[in-house]
């Protein structure tokens, strides 16, 4: 059973500073790793989104990669701004299955002015 | 485009009594998934349709949960009778389905919270 860990669980940072934030599966025969941005009370939108085949995927101050061998996606955030401050979920599409997301709990980043 | 529509917002009721959520995906996606997502956790799936037809409603508690896509395109999911662990926000995604091209995007709405009392 596919199971996906998000590390930490919650980071504090000052304006400006670059992080970067972990997502673990356990099982590496996966279609997609889709990295989403969730606000308080809100639905998820999606940010990037890494086809198997691929190492990483960029958009603007973001930045994914993806390990799928070791079962590891990092997404890097450049330059952060307070409007990054929201919790951010990874999830994966396991191979075989019904095509659901199987996700993190998340990390809930806040970024201090 | 317009994205993913879920409506109510929120939904307050008290145990026992019936709910419904309305969901309108984008158009033209022919896969539609709902979601629930407990406080602090990430969402799981409910139930999976591929244009009328329900392909996965494995994790769907079928006692008192149900649901439905007529025409392929608007969707409802309904608990009768709903109980205070039903607690949740309720989320329905989309997906175009580029199997070929390996690629799943879903695309969320901004869910219903629901809070049985």
């Known amino acids: 059973k596919q199971e996906v860990t998000q590390i930490p669980a919650a980071l504090s940072v000052p304006e400006g500073e670059n992080l970067v934030l972990n997502c673990s599966f356990t099982?590496?025969?996966?279609?997609?790793l889709q990295w989403f941005r969730q606000d308080p009370g809100k639905g998820l939108t999606s940010l990037l989104l890494i086809q198997s085949s691929q190492r990483e995927q960029t958009s603007g101050r973001l930045n994914a990669s993806l390990d799928k061998s070791s079962g590891r996606s990092t997404l890097y955030i450049a330059a952060s701004q307070p409007g990054d401050s929201a919790t951010y979920l990874c999830a994966v599409i396991p191979q075989g299955g019904s095509e659901k997301l199987v996700f993190g709990k998340g990390t809930k980043l806040t970024v201090n002015p | 485009e317009a994205g993913v529509v879920q409506s109510p917002r929120y939904k307050i009721i008290e145990k026992k009594q019936p709910v419904a959520f309305w969901c309108n995906p984008i158009s033209g996606h022919n896969t539609l998934y709902w979601y629930r997502q407990n406080l602090g956790q990430g969402p799981e799936l409910l139930i999976r349709y591929e244009n009328e037809e329900a392909v996965d409603d494995s994790q769907l508690p079928k006692d008192r949960f149900s649901a439905e896509r007529l025409k392929g395109v608007d969707s409802t999911l309904k608990i009768q009778p709903a109980e205070l662990g039903d607690s949740a926000v309720y989320l329905c995604?989309?997906?175009?389905?580029?199997?070929?091209?390996?690629?799943?995007?879903?695309?969320f709405g901004p869910g219903t919270r629901l809070t049985v009392t």
């Open positions: 995604a989309s997906s175009l389905g580029r199997r070929r091209q390996g690629i799943y995007e879903q695309y």
């Open positions: 099982d590496s025969a996966i279609y997609n």
